[in-house]
T-cell receptor, first 113, second 115 residues
Framework: DGGITQSPKYLFRKEGQNVTLSCEQN?????MYWYRQDPGQGLRLIYY???????QKGDIAEGYSVSREKKESFPLTVTSAQKNPTAFYLC????????????FGSGTQLSVL | AQSVTQPDIHITVSEGASLELRCNYS??????LFWYVQSPGQGLQLLLK??????LVQGIKGFEAEFKRSQSSFNLRKPSVHWSDAAEYFC?????????????FGKGTKLSVIP
């Protein structure tokens, strides 16, 4: 079955450490997204990519970085510059200019040790 | 700037009762409107969407929503709630045809169902 796989499910970060969250999709979608979800805050866009080798900052990109070297992969790195990284991170994909439906992975919970 | 308000943070209903979750949006033109559902510790799943045409849209799992331009609302309804509907529900709004990266999500309404 096609879908989006996020790993790991749970991740712990030490002070000053960079961590990378994985997102892989086999839906053949061009566009991919990273959202941050905090309790009671809804979803906020971190980065998005509409095509391989190109990505754009979202609303809260500071302290995060991404790459898009392959169509199916869109990893997110939470850098030490992100001072409040504890959150639930969701990866999504879509077919741009189609029905705008987002397909989501099952998320990664990042916590600080 | 576009915005979405979900006035109810938490709603509790009895199984078999009807449900209405409220969503109000602010947007200058005709928006794209969505309802997504999230089970605990999971990603979001699209319930339904409105782009144009009939203002009453049907979705999955027996849900429907009605777009009311005069009230800037897109409320989600279900005539009879099942225990498995307990989840968090998010309304989202975006410019028509502009891309999912321009979606604005509401803060969500958590639904609890009493057996």
């Amino acid at each position: 079955d096609g879908g989006i796989t996020q790993s790991p499910k749970y991740l712990f970060r030490k002070e000053g450490q960079n961590v990378t969250l994985s997102c892989e999709q086999n839906l053949n979608h061009d566009a991919m997204y990273w959202y941050r979800q905090d309790p009671g805050q809804g979803l906020r866009l971190i980065y998005y990519s509409q095509i391989v080798n190109d990505f754009q900052k979202g609303d809260i990109a500071e302290g995060y970085s991404v790459s898009r070297e392959k169509k199916e992969s869109f990893p997110l790195t939470v850098t030490s510059a992100q001072k409040n990284p504890t959150a639930f991170y969701l990866c999504a994909s879509s077919i741009p200019a189609e029905d705008e439906k987002l397909f989501f992975g099952s998320g990664t919970q990042l916590s600080v040790l | 700037a576009q915005s979405v308000t979900q006035p109810d943070i938490h709603i509790t209903v009895s199984e078999g009762a009807s449900l209405e979750l409220r969503c109000n949006y602010s947007y200058g033109a005709t928006p794209y409107l969505f309802w997504y559902v999230q089970s605990p510790g999971q990603g979001l799943q699209l319930l339904l969407k409105y782009f144009s045409g009939d203002t009453l849209v049907q979705g999955i799992k027996g849900f429907e929503a009605e777009f009311k331009r005069s009230q800037s609302s897109f409320n989600l309804r279900k005539p009879s709630v099942h225990w498995s509907d307990a989840a968090e529900y998010f309304c989202a709004v975006g410019p028509s045809g502009a891309g999912s990266y321009q979606l604005t999500f509401g803060k969500g309404t958590k639904l609890s169902v009493i057996p």
